[in-house]
């Protein structure tokens, strides 16, 4: 079983910073790309940041230039640093990677986490 954990939601003012973490447990083999999407009350599901083997990255013009997402290869986590933030970015934060399970598997599937609250206070 393939999971993913979340953690470093939370309260913050305007202006100020969060780092996200998710990390991929149990039976991978590879993953390709992980990422982070956000979805706001009312709002659809929208990607924030995502990176992918090579460590290509792409961002949501929204978080350009405040947050950076990174990953650590050898512990199959994720992270999301958030500097600046607004108010507009609170959310629900998700974890997305794209993972080959270990064992009689040959392709790619979609795997998500079960979110973390962020909330900017202004």
């Known amino acids: 079983q393939v999971q993913l954990v979340e953690s470093g939601g939370g309260l913050v003012r305007a202006g100020g910073s969060l780092r996200l973490s998710c990390a991929a447990s149990?039976?991978?083999?590879?993953?390709?790309?992980m990422g982070w999407y956000r979805q706001a009350p009312g709002k659809q599901r929208e990607l924030v940041a995502m990176i992918r083997s090579g460590e290509s990255t792409n961002y949501a013009d929204s978080v350009k230039g405040r947050f950076t997402i990174s990953r650590d290869v050898t512990k199959n986590t994720v992270y999301l640093q958030m500097n600046s933030l607004k108010t507009e970015d609170t959310a629900v934060y998700y974890c997305?990677?794209?993972?080959?399970?270990?064992?009689?598997?040959?392709?790619?599937?979609?795997?998500w986490g079960q979110g973390t609250q962020v909330t900017v206070s202004s």
């Open positions: 149990g039976s991978v083999s590879s993953i390709n790309a």
């Open positions: 997305k990677a794209r993972i080959l399970p270990a064992g009689p598997y040959t392709s790619f599937d979609n795997y």
